[in-house]
Structures are given as C-alpha cells and as structure tokens.
C-alpha cells in the first residue's frame, strides 16, 4: 500500500481509464453510502481537485452526507490490466442546479438530461493498494446511455424535478438532500 497527498500523473492516467468509480460517504451517524458512477462525468482538475456530475438516480444520500460532513472517499478499480485500486480521500463541496455557479462548472461536462449535482472534491489523501482480489471483467456498454439518460430526456425538466420532489429530498435516514432548496452562495460551498 503506498500513500500520498495529490494524485501524479500516472494515477491521473488511470482515473481518466476507468470507465466507473465508487463513491462513499458518510454522516456523523446513519449509514454508510456507497455508489458506483460512470459515462463521462468526472474531471481531474488538478493535483489536489477532482469534480463530478452526478446524475439523478432512485437515493440521493451523497448530497447530504457531503452537506452534512463533506466527507468523501472516490474508488477506482482497474477490471482490465494490471491490478489496482485507488482511493481518494477528502472533503467535498456539492452544487445544486440553480445554485450561483452551477452553469459555469457544468460546463466542464456535457449536457445530460437529469444532471442534479455537482461535486467538487479536495483531495487530503491518496492511497493505492494492490487490487489482485478483484475480477478481471471486459467493459461491454453503458447502460445510462440507452436507460437512463433516455429516461430523464423524456421525462423533461419539470418532470425531473418531480421526480426529485418523490425520491430525492431526503436520504434513507431521513436527512434533507437540499436538491430543492433555495440556491446557495457558491462562495460557501466551495470557498
């Protein structure tokens, strides 16, 4: 197990591989969250800053566990070549459509019907490990592409918000999302 305090080059080329991530968070209490993303939705900003579009979804306890602790933990696993797992560990910001500064970061992403957040992660620590305990798996196709995106494309913005209303505004312990509330000032979410 090796450590570090900002990503080198290699790691970079690494993450930019990788067709998923994990990403884990946490309150002080209630449960662990741990969810895979995909499709082309997370960038490297620098050494020390990865950000991340975060796609609507059926649980929403990333947003307010970030909210809650900012404490966030990415996981990269390489299915294909040679072993190994990186873990980036730090603390996040979240942004919300609508919030100040929403329309300039989103622009480091393409236009996906359902977008609901982004993240903004400063990284405090890097780990890799050795990663021989997982499979080797061939990526075949995304799913997002021909499911979910299609599914929030037809439902609309309205009927996105909706549907954020019904499964997005509070997580499985019962805690506020803030995906509908008033916008915030960027300045304190991100500094």
Known sequence: MATSRKL????????????????ATADVDGRVN???????????????????????GSGNETAAHV???????????????AAMILRVYGK??????????????ASRFPEIAGSRQIFDLAIDLVQTSCGTGVPVMEFRKSRAEEELVPYYEELGSDGVKDYWARKNTKTIDGKSTSILAEPADANDIFG
Request: proline share 6%; hydrophobic share 45%.
């Open 8 to 23: 080198n080059r290699t790691l970079k080329a690494f993450i930019e591989k990788q067709p998923v991530f994990f990403v």
């Open 34 to 56: 741990v969810s895979p993303k995909g499709m082309d939705t997370l960038r490297i900003i620098d050494d020390n800053r990865i950000v991340w579009l975060n796609l609507s």
């Open 67 to 81: 909210k809650a602790t900012g404490r966030m933990t990415l996981m990269f696993c390489a299915f294909e070549g």
């Open 92 to 105: 996040s910001g979240v942004l919300h459509p609508g919030d100040p500064g929403w329309a300039d970061r």
